[in-house]
T-cell receptor
Framework: DAGITQSPRHKVTETGTPVTLRCHQTENHRYMYWYRQDPGHGLRLIHYSYGVKDTDKGEVSDGYSVSRSKTEDFLLTLESATSSQTSVYFC???????????????FGEGSWLTVV | RKEVEQDPGPFNVPEGATVAFNCTYSNSASQSFFWYRQDCRKEPKLLMSVYSSGNEDGRFTAQLNRASQYISLLIRDSKLSDSATYLCVVNFNQAGTALIFGKGTTLSVSS
């Protein structure tokens, strides 16, 4: 299994509170990602990072921010949680692009967030 | 809009059956293709990549048809442990930043 640790694994929070999810990897992979997964939707990319301090938005980035100060850590912050952000959040990592081949992504175990 | 479509199922099959899933994608410029497996309340895990020439891994066979823009997964001799949701994933660029996930096809194998 890929060395990816997410914390917390489960959290219940109140609307309007800030929440930070942490992803830690031991693989030294360049790319890190945050996805959310909801019933009726495929996994959707929130933000991703292609290096320390290099991040960019994904498909559903509104209401989320990220930071990557070290290769191994990628933080996802909900500045003011809303009920629509109740979801399962998966961190993922991938190796550098390998000349024309596919880029396999490995996922963490997920963080279940409930906003009440 | 880039999309990946899968039949959600569920597919209910007996042990030993052969089952096939299809997946269609909308962007002809897609770079690479994968099948992931996801067990209930677990993370997705790579099952196999899908190559243009088709590829096989034990009881699993994946095929790609670029002209028709679909990929398939064939599972032979189904086991109870194959029960899971199978995600079709299409990569629209090489950096992995444009992975589009299908919603998944649920397989239930019964004894």
């Amino acid at each position: 299994d890929a060395g990816i640790t997410q914390s917390p694994r489960h959290k219940v929070t109140e609307t309007g509170t800030p929440v930070t999810l942490r992803c830690h990897q031991t693989e030294n992979h360049r790319y890190m990602y945050w996805y959310r997964q909801d019933p009726g939707h495929g996994l959707r990319l929130i933000h991703y990072s292609y290096g320390v301090k290099d991040t960019d938005k994904g498909e559903v980035s509104d209401g989320y921010s990220v930071s990557r100060s070290k290769t191994e850590d990628f933080l996802l912050t909900l500045e003011s949680a809303t009920s629509s952000q109740t979801s399962v959040y998966f961190c993922a990592i991938s190796e550098s692009v390998n000349g024309g081949s596919g880029n396999t992504i490995y996922f963490g175990e997920g963080s279940w967030l409930t906003v009440v | 809009r880039k999309e990946v479509e899968q039949d959600p199922g569920p597919f209910n099959v007996p042990e030993g059956a052969t089952v096939a899933f299809n997946c269609t994608y909308s962007n002809s410029a897609s770079q690479s293709f994968f099948w992931y497996r996801q067990d209930c309340r677990k993370e997705p895990k790579l099952l196999m990549s899908v190559y243009s020439s088709g590829n096989e891994d034990g009881r699993f066979t994946a095929q790609l048809n670029r002209a028709s823009q679909y990929i398939s997964l064939l599972i032979r001799d189904s086991k109870l442990s194959d029960s899971a949701t199978y995600l079709c994933v299409v990569n629209f660029n090489q950096a992995g930043t444009a992975l589009i996930f299908g919603k998944g096809t649920t397989l239930s194998v019964s004894s």
